[in-house]
Every structure is written in structure tokens, then in C-alpha cells.
């Protein structure tokens, strides 16, 4: 196995991209640099910039994830923006803007930026499913007790990692970056 740095302070993070990594032979490994984030709609820009930015610091590849709950009644709403409105106003704040509100689709959407000597690369996911009623499930973490995938009638929070990781944007996202390393690239 070998190792890729990955800045995050987020464990669960880590542990979810961790087992998808391991699927195509890297072992994530964190490293402490303060992530740097432009304001953007765009949570690849986010990313990337913060990839650069982390690979900047350190003078070695480095991964970065930006990820986002984009509610279609609220026009795209928390989007970039998710992390502190969690920390803000939480899931319940989340759900007492929706209420009343028959449409309730929304898409969880993961960007996973790749920063060396040769640039960055970006890496989307995305899962596409509707806000629960309630919070639901102790698992996961952020906006997962809201979040029911299209086809499930549970949330992420109500899921195992594994099972979250056969869906979810973040795994879609790291198994896109698995196949750009399959394809002849390789973590420096």
C-alpha cells in the first residue's frame, strides 16, 4: 500500500475515503495545514484551491475534499456553505426552513482535489436524493440524519460506512481519483 497525504481535520472524512482508497492501493495519511478556502459556488473551485494551497505548504501531493448538501427548494442552498451552516444552525435549522415544503430533493455533492508538481486535478461525485422529515440514524456525520439517497428509504446516518460508500458522493468521487491513478498516474 501506498501512502497519499490528505489534509482534512475530519475524521469521519478520513475514514470514509479511507476504505474507498484502500480499494485501489493508497493509505490516506492526514496532515495538519490550515485549509485555505475562496468563496465559490463551485465546491471543485473550493477545492482545488485549497489543494494548491495545502501543496504550497507542504512540497509534496497532496488531496483535499470539499463536499455539499445543495437543496433544490432553497436554490441550491447550504451548497459550499454546508460546514458552517451545520455548525450554525444544524440539521434543525436545515429543516425548519424546510417546512411546508412539499419538494424536498436535494443533492449531496463531493469535490476531491489533487495538488502536485504537475497542477490539479478534480475529482466530482454527487448522489442525488431528498431531506428527510426528521433526523434519522446515529451514523455518519454533518447532514446524514437528512439525507435519503434516490432508491433508499433510509438516510446515511441510518447506514454502516460500507453501505454509505457503495452510494455516496464522496466514495463516487474517490473512485474516480482510483481510476485517474489506474490510468498511469501515481501519488509522487
Known amino acids: 500500500m501506498e501512502e497519499v497525504l490528505f489534509a482534512t481535520g475530519n475524521r469521519h472524512k478520513l475514514e470514509e475515503l479511507g476504505r474507498v482508497l484502500r480499494e485501489c492501493g493508497l493509505v490516506p495519511r492526514t496532515v495538519d495545514v490550515a485549509k485555505l478556502e475562496v468563496q465559490s459556488d463551485d465546491i471543485g473551485v473550493v477545492a482545488a484551491y485549497a489543494a494548491v494551497h495545502a501543496y504550497s505548504v507542504l512540497g509534496r501531493p ?5 463536499a455539499g448538501l445543495f437543496v ?3 436554490g441550491g442552498f447550504p451548497g459550499p456553505y454546508s460546514s458552517y451552516v451545520y455548525k450554525t444552525i444544524g440539521l434543525n435549522g436545515l429543516l425548519k426552513l424546510l417546512e411546508g415544503v412539499r419538494e424536498r430533493t436535494a443533492v449531496f455533492r463531493s469535490a476531491l482535489a489533487y495538488a502536485g508538481p504537475w497542477g490539479v ?3 466530482k461525485g454527487e448522489v442525488r436524493g431528498r431531506i ?3 433526523p434519522r440514524g446515529s451514523a455518519g456525520f454533518g447532514f446524514d440524519p437528512v439525507f435519503i439517497p434516490e432508491g433508499v428509504e433510509r438516510t446515511f ?6 453501505e454509505k460508500n457503495r452510494i455516496s458522493h464522496r466514495a463516487r468521487a474517490a473512485r474516480k481519483f482510483c481510476d485517474w491513478l489506474r490510468g498511469g498516474r501515481k501519488p509522487l
Do not use: K, R, Y
Open 62 to 66: 497532496v488531496l483535499v475534499e470539499d
Open 72 to 74: 433544490n427548494a432553497l
Open 121 to 123: 486535478v478534480v475529482f
Open 132 to 134: 428527510a422529515e426528521e
Open 157 to 162: 446516518a441510518e447506514m454502516s460506512t460500507e
